[in-house]
């Protein structure tokens, strides 16, 4: 069965250093796979999408994922940890050849700090 | 555009009362879902429509149903309403991509139920 994992359900940067959010995914067949945000009291947005084109993608804020087939891995990075860059981030996987569903992982909390 | 919107924002139910969530979208998505958030668990699928007319069952479907008679909404139903059905609940969007797959989903802001 197709799965996704978060490493780490709270992550916590100072402000002006890298972010790293970790997302493993288990698939038998080529995935899509995305990256959403929450903020709080909001629903979710989408940050970047891996579509089997460039395994680098990047996404919106300054965000970019590289998806890694050998590791079965779609981490997410920033440079530079802003402020308002606390939320809760969400990998997804669509896997299925005809997909009708999206399997997402549990979230990571990311706080940053002064 | 609106996007997906979702009708109400909050609510309190008592224990056995019954309700209805509506999610509305005006991108002409073929595919609609229902997810519940709840603390550590990411979100779980609750039923989800290919089309008007048609539903299925998600990873939590115990306890809801739904109902897609148009294709611009998706409507989510609580007959009798439990203390662990406490949650947000987001409504999602999607359209078909060449090949079968769909695209990413848009979300609604949530509806945020209190069961007492």
């Known amino acids: 069965a197709q799965s996704v994992t978060q490493l780490g359900s709270h992550v916590s940067v100072s402000e002006g250093a890298l972010v790293l959010l970790r997302c493993n995914y288990s698939s038998s067949v080529p995935p899509y796979l995305f990256w959403y945000v929450q903020y709080p009291n909001q629903g979710l947005q989408l940050l970047l999408k891996y579509t089997s084109a460039a395994t680098l993608v990047k996404g919106i804020n300054g965000f970019e994922a590289e998806f890694k087939k050998s590791e079965t891995s779609f981490h997410l990075t920033k440079p530079s940890a802003h402020m308002s860059d606390a939320a809760e981030y969400f990998c997804a996987v669509s896997p299925y050849s005809s997909a009708s569903k999206i399997i997402f992982g549990s979230g990571t909390r990311l706080s940053i700090r002064p | 555009n609106a996007g997906v919107t979702q009708t109400p924002k909050f609510r309190v139910l008592k224990t056995g009362q019954s309700m209805t969530l509506l999610c509305a979208q005006d991108m002409n998505h073929e595919y609609m879902y229902w997810y519940r958030q709840d603390p550590g668990m990411g979100l779980r699928l609750i039923h989800y429509s290919v089309g008007e007319g048609t539903t299925a069952k998600g990873e939590v479907p115990d306890g809801y149903n739904v109902s897609r008679l148009k294709k611009q909404n998706f409507l989510l139903g609580l007959e009798s309403a439990a203390p662990s059905q406490t949650s947000v609940y987001f409504c999602?969007?999607?359209?078909?991509?060449?090949?079968?797959?769909?695209?990413?989903?848009?979300f609604g802001p949530g509806t945020r139920l209190t069961v007492t």
């Open positions: 999602a969007s999607t359209s078909v991509l060449a090949g079968g797959k769909s695209n990413e989903q848009y």
